[in-house]
């Protein structure tokens, strides 16, 4: 073969390779990266009377802080939820990135004001997505989510019964989950948005039993007389992003550079 055909040769193809993912780079566009806005509240929990909610979502209308038991006791615990979390770094195949972070505030409560002890409730999430990198298209959502879960607030005695970092730690336990795997299609492409807690394991039988529930029941503990945080988390599935336009550039140059090594290689 001579030299001008194997170099022609070399250039069809590069051109062939950048005009074939110039092409799929010409259709619909993969999000890569997405902003987000997440509201989040308490909406509802046990008991109705005894536990006090405040700071209500504007959106959800729901609590955001949960105090009990009712009155002006210094010593109330209490559990607080992040109103409103936004951000634009949601990568699509990406890492998780924060949602609404959650406190735990743990005070010894006198075993007499059991009945206004706070023992479950729903936590509401919902989320608007919008493409960041690249720019298209509209919103989507509101997408809504939710956990429900039973609390305990234990004895400040020992022994505990079961495994404690505190006398006695207390117990949220995940009974329920909605919403939290949500598939869309956005521009030809499908994505799927997940809502997760960073906090949740499996429990143990003895803390588990404490609820009637079997080992290996879905929660955490908390420290008593302290301060304990957790977050929610969020991340997004979906097509293989494409190469972006200067990425294609790069890749014809190399394969023209790979062009020239070689006749200069022949000659």
Not at 100 to 111: D, L, T, V
Request: include cysteine; aromatic fraction near 10%; glycine fraction near 14%.
């Amino acid at each position: 073969m001579k030299k001008w055909q194997k170099l022609a040769g070399g250039g069809a193809l590069a051109f062939a390779l950048v005009a074939g993912a110039a092409g799929s780079a010409s259709a619909a566009p993969v999000i890569a990266t997405w902003s987000y806005e997440i509201n989040n509240a308490f909406t509802d929990w046990d008991p109705a009377v005894g536990v006090e909610g405040s700071n209500p979502n504007p959106v959800l209308g729901g609590a955001t802080r949960l105090e009990w038991p009712s009155g002006s006791l210094t010593d109330r615990s209490a559990l607080e939820v992040d109103s409103f979390v936004s951000g634009n770094n949601l990568v699509t195949n990406g890492s998780a990135v924060a949602g609404a972070g959650i406190r735990h505030e743990n005070n010894p409560i006198a075993s007499n004001r059991a009945d206004e002890f706070l023992t479950g409730g729903r936590l509401s999430v919902q989320a608007t997505l919008t493409p960041f990198s690249p720019a298209a298209g509209g919103s989507v959502g509101p997408i809504d989510a939710f956990f429900e879960f039973l609390f305990m607030e234990t004895a400040n005695e020992s022994p505990c019964g079961y495994p404690s970092g505190s006398t006695c730690d207390d117990i949220f336990l995940l009974v329920a989950a909605g919403g939290t795997e949500y598939s869309f299609d956005f521009l030809e492409e499908t994505y799927t948005l997940f809502f997760g807690a960073d906090a949740l394991a499996p429990l143990g039988a003895a803390e588990c039993g404490l609820f009637g529930f079997e080992a290996g029941c879905i929660g955490f503990k908390t420290t008593e007389n302290g301060l304990t945080e957790f977050g929610t988390n969020l991340r997004i599935t979906g097509p293989r992003v494409v190469p972006e336009p200067g990425m294609l550039a790069l890749l014809g140059a190399g394969l023209v550079a790979l062009g020239v090594v070689r006749r200069r290689k022949t000659a």
